[in-house]
């Protein structure tokens, strides 16, 4: 397993690699308006409960969000994100019997195409995409789930054409993780709302 600090060493020196690629291959490829942005976010997730009468509710949080973007055509792009949460899972099992609270790491690894027409002062956008989120636990294994992701906001110019503000709202639509514990969990869907503000720098 492991930790956030290795993780997210592991992640920088990736995109130090992508970056230096991108800037060796220029000559054969350019970026079409790329840029990269960092986020703040906020996490709120539905509580959901089965017709068993199981119960799973997430303590809300904040957390970061890195993206980068590229538009080859002027209406349309592609994005990566990278994202991380940290918050706490509780199981409840029917008539309270049992319940299991269990702290997690939540990273965030997700694409999607972008649609986005341009206007001079704002520039929304509607993505579409998916990913993968790796839910962490202080104690046991890691569990993967397959996520659905759809995102709306706009992007603010500033006076400065390589500089600007993007506000957004964004939906994770997973299966509640149970961490291979048949005695929790629901095996419903959830929705994760991620209000988020950041910065862009754009080439």
């Known amino acids: 397993m492991f930790s956030f600090r290795s993780r997210a060493l592991s992640f920088v020196v990736l995109a130090s690699?992508?970056?230096?690629?991108?800037?060796?291959?220029?000559?054969f490829y350019k970026l079409h308006q790329a840029d990269i942005a960092v986020s703040g976010t906020g996490q709120f997730?539905?509580?959901?409960?089965?017709?068993?009468?199981?119960?799973?509710?997430t303590t809300d949080s904040t957390g970061f969000l890195l993206s980068a973007q590229e538009h080859p055509v002027a209406w349309a792009g592609v994005e990566t994100n990278f994202?991380?949460?940290r918050f706490t899972e509780k199981f409840i099992t029917q008539g309270n019997t049992a319940s299991l609270t269990a702290p997690v790491n939540v990273y965030e690894a997700t694409g999607a195409y972008m649609?986005?027409?341009?206007?001079?002062?704002?520039?929304?956008f509607v993505n579409v995409g998916g990913g993968a989120l790796d839910f962490t636990p202080n104690a046991?294994?890691?569990?993967?789930?397959?996520?659905?992701?759809?995102?709306t906001g706009?992007?603010?110019?500033?006076?400065?054409?390589?500089?600007?503000?993007?506000?957004?709202?964004?939906?994770?639509?997973y299966r509640g993780p149970n961490f291979d514990n048949s005695t929790v969990g629901t095996g419903k869907w959830v929705v994760t709302a991620e209000p988020s503000l950041g910065a862009f720098v754009r080439f």
């Open 17 to 27: 690699a992508i970056c230096t690629a991108a800037s060796a291959k220029a000559q």
């Open 45 to 57: 997730t539905t509580a959901v409960t089965d017709g068993n009468g199981n119960h799973l509710q």
């Open 83 to 85: 994202g991380f949460n």
């Open 115 to 124: 649609f986005h027409p341009h206007f001079r002062r704002f520039q929304p």
């Open 140 to 151: 046991g294994a890691n569990q993967w789930r397959g996520t659905g992701l759809v995102e």
């Open 154 to 173: 706009f992007d603010i110019p500033t006076s400065n054409r390589h500089f600007g503000f993007r506000v957004q709202g964004r939906a994770l639509i």
